[in-house]
């Protein structure tokens, strides 16, 4: 067993070690100096100028090392992959197509530019196509010793250590856009950072290979190659802490500031929210009747009241209508004995003709029934003149009642006669669309000339007055919010803040995004609003609240951390607040501040623990 004197790190601790403190040293770099941190990722800095030189060196030892197999009689596939990949990212890093062409080929079209000249297009053409096209294939016609050496050094602690390399660094090509767009880091710090590790990596699991550090390296040599590193990313002319280490004479003189107190004002407690603003009904305007559209009187934004006329179908086939209704009900009138051009319907049937001459057959029946009678009793008739005699008495009485039901059957004739012509006039009345209510028109569907079926859209109509706001409020802040209470609400491109009121809360709580549904009523009678906008509304919960104030001006945000500076002792003191709302040229200190606290307002490049004086 080696004693621990002995111990020597493998090549992926080795890299890991490297990775980690280079990434570290440049993170404290852009902590302390973003702006040397920031110097340092430009094209041609340190950082670029670090990853070339390890993709140079990478791609010459795997030259190297596909020489010495070459010697020993192996295919040298894996190792001209390597060298034809580290020369196409040393090409990319250093632009040598700007170098030689005076520009960049890809991003301006160089290849097919007129402009150009056709021996230089074509000679880029050569140049930049030619090399990696002849390389793909002789890589491809050899396949299967690539993928063969590929996994041999995969099973390698070198192989996995490059393999890393090689993935972080297409991985970051993938992700350039996000990765150059961190907030609290310079523009492309990430990306460039993490191109070097990758560079780094590569580069020391060749070097591994090479040196046999698949299993040991001495401490002696990691400690080098990490000072190195270390030095390259953290150099520069002069850092600031050396200004510290000069003498205090020369130190600057004091810096004049001005103060100002943190302010409190009384504002309303509000809950804010994004919602939608609707409309309070929309009504999809149809006729109750088939036809042709004869006419629409409203377009798209048309305003329109109450019982205006929308539309009409062509009336002529239901005036016909009304007409042969009208015909039918003098038809039955007359059947019944009254005038065709009245308004009275009762009458009695015994003053009808039909029953008046039943009556009459039925009176006569009966007055020869009874003189038959008394004839059989004096026997001057035969009894069967008797039994013809009861027998036309009860045709006589059924005629009658049949009579009495025929005139009932007309007067029901009558009464439906009565309700087509009013169905017919209803229907001719329905060939004219009228607006149910107030509102504008936000879609017409048909023209002129088109046949419609009954119940088919013609227009679609919404109430724009008063609006319906639908607010989605989190379920924290959900308790506090009742009907009645005062809503405020903008819409982009509209400065002027409307007011509403709340009217309906939904009786559960979403259970997906935690929030409960609230709904509010906004005039518009101006119609300002439109319906369907987004808006961003706050429901004043609480008409009065003490809050702290200070001016945006002396705010100071960075990565994220939002603080104000103080003075004390002479010198400036940084204070971490927590803001709330925008409120004009002053924003609102949920905590971190007291009342009447003096801050520095405009600071500028001040930090803490500066010597300041204040302003009078």
Known sequence: MPSPSSWRPG???????????????????????????????????????????????????????????????????????IVASMTALCIGEVDLDRIIFGTKIISTRFFVNPGRPLALRMLAVALVVGPPL????????????????????????????????????????????????????PRNFAEELLECVAALLIFAGLAARRRAMM?????????????????????????????????????????EVRVVPAGERTLPLAVAATGTLAAEDQVTL?????????????????????????????????????????????QARARLGLSPAGQEETVEPEKTAIVRQARAVLDEARLTRDRSVKLLEQQLIARAQLDTAEANLQVAEARYQDALEEVRNRQAVLAQRRSELQLARQQFTDTVVLAPVDGAVSQRQVSPGEFLAAGAPMATLVRIHPLRLRVAVPEREAMSVRTG???RLTIDGDPAVHTGRVVRLAPIVQELNRTLMVEAEVPNE?????????ARAEIVTDAGQPIITVPTSALVVFAGVEKVLVVRGGKTAEVRVQTGRRLGEEVEIVEGLKRGEAVVDKPGGLTGGQAVSVKP
């Open 215 to 255: 299993n040991r390296m001495s401490v002696r040599s990691l400690t080098v190659v990490a000072l190195v590193v270390l030095g390259l990313a953290g150099c520069r002319g002069e850092h600031p802490a050396a200004a510290q280490d000069k003498p205090k004479a020369q130190a600057p003189p004091a810096r």
């Open 485 to 487: 209470q005062l809503v």
């Open 286 to 330: 149809s006729a109750k009747v088939p036809g042709r559209v004869e006419r629409i009187d409203v377009d798209l934004g048309s305003r329109v009241r109450r019982g205006q006329p929308i539309a009409q179908l062509d009336q002529t086939d239901f005036t016909l209508r009304v007409e042969q209704a009208e015909a039918a009900l003098q």
């Open 526 to 534: 101006r119609g300002v609003l439109r319906a369907g906008a987004f």
């Open 11 to 81: 090549c992926r601790a080795v890299a890991a070690t490297l990775s980690v403190g280079l990434v570290g040293a440049l993170l404290v770099v852009a902590v302390v100096d973003p702006v040397l941190a920031a110097r340092l990722v430009d094209e041609g800095g340190a950082v670029e100028t670090l990853q070339v030189v390890f993709e140079a060196a990478a791609g010459i030892l795997a030259f190297r090392q596909g020489r010495a197999a070459r010697r020993a009689g192996q295919p040298a596939t894996l190792e001209v992959a």
């Open 134 to 185: 002849a390389v793909a294939l002789w890589l491809l016609a050899r396949f299967r010793h690539l993928w063969g050496a590929a996994l041999d050094g995969l099973r390698q602690p070198w192989g996995q250590v490059a393999a890393f390399g090689a993935a972080l660094s297409l991985a970051v090509e993938v992700a350039e856009k996000p990765l150059g767009r961190i907030e609290w880091l």
